[in-house]
């Protein structure tokens, strides 16, 4: 069983940055995919980013591409996901995820979910 806690969501001006962190916990935790997804009001969730175990290997994305970076840190047990140049359509509830290999985007091959941070991007 893998435990996901996510951080570092709040309420920023567009144009700005945040950076969420995914603390993982449980037997061989970050011997994990992971993945970042969101969702907004209305909408369904979706894929934001991922990672492979050993962090050689990053998807994203095309809306976050170029400004969203996904990074882990496997001595913390942490995923992070670094947002710059936000903009309101990023606004939603963000998810940290995790699955055993292979990498993938889709939602529903992810076994392991957190409970959502909250990101919200003024205009």
């Known amino acids: 069983q893998v435990q996901l806690v996510e951080s570092g969501g709040g309420l920023v001006q567009a144009g700005g940055s945040l950076r969420l962190s995914c603390a993982a916990s449980g037997p061989t935790s970050m011997h994990y995919v992971m993945g970042w997804f969101r969702q907004a009001p209305t909408k369904e969730r979706e894929f934001v980013a991922t990672?492979?175990?050993?962090?050689?290997?990053?998807y994203y994305a095309d809306s976050v591409k170029g400004r969203f970076t996904i990074s882990r840190d496997n001595a913390k047990n942490t995923v992070d996901l670094q947002m710059n140049s936000l903009k309101p359509e990023d606004t939603g509830v963000y998810y940290c995820?995790?699955?055993?290999?292979?990498?993938?985007?889709?939602?529903?091959?992810?076994?392991?979910w957190g409970q959502g941070t909250q990101v919200t991007v003024s205009s």
């Open positions: 995820a995790a699955r055993p290999y292979p990498i993938t985007y889709v939602s529903s091959d992810y076994n392991y």
């Open positions: 990672i492979t175990r050993l962090g050689g290997t990053t």
